[in-house]
C-alpha cells in the first residue's frame, strides 16, 4: 500500500490565517462608517430635491427616480448600496429583480441597490416635508 503525500493545506485556525476575531469588530465599525455616509447623502439629496421641487410632489418623485439612476451608474456603488440600505426588500413590492430583466448577479444586484435607494430617497423626502 503506498503512502499518501503529506497534505500542504493548513488549518487556518492553528496556521495564523489573516482572518481574527477582532476583524468582525473591523467590518462592524466600517460598516457603521458607510452607513453614516450612505444614510448622510440620502438626507441631503432629499433637501436637495425639496428645495428644487417645491411643493410640485410629481416633481420630487420625478427628481428621485433620477437621483436613484444616478446612484448605480458604477457597480460599487450598487454592490455598497446593497449592503447599506436597510431597503434591499423593495424591489419585491416592483415583482422582484427577474420582472425587471436582471441578466446576471451584478444586474440583479444593481436593480435591488436602485429600489432600495429610491425607497430610501422617498422615506427621507416624506419625513422632511413634514
Same mark, same amino acid.
Given at each position: ?75 460599487? *456603488? ?41 425607497? *430610501? ?10
Amino acid at each position: 500500500m503506498a503512502r499518501s503525500k503529506p497534505s500542504t493545506r493548513r488549518n487556518p485556525k492553528k496556521s495564523g490565517f489573516p482572518y481574527r476575531r477582532q476583524d468582525d469588530k473591523a467590518l462592524d465599525d466600517a460598516a457603521q462608517v458607510e452607513r453614516a455616509r450612505y444614510y448622510g447623502s440620502i438626507k441631503s439629496s432629499a433637501e436637495e430635491i425639496l428645495k428644487e421641487a417645491g411643493d410640485d410632489e410629481d416633481r420630487a418623485q420625478e427628481m428621485a427616480y433620477v437621483y436613484a439612476d444616478s446612484a448605480v451608474t458604477y457597480t460599487r *456603488d450598487a454592490w455598497k448600496i446593497a449592503w447599506i440600505s436597510d431597503s434591499t426588500d423593495a424591489i419585491e413590492e416592483m415583482g422582484g429583480p427577474e420582472d425587471w430583466g436582471a441578466r446576471d448577479v451584478t444586474d440583479t444586484i444593481t436593480k435591488i441597490a436602485y429600489f432600495a435607494y429610491l425607497q *430610501d430617497l422617498r422615506e427621507e423626502i416624506d419625513r422632511l416635508s413634514r
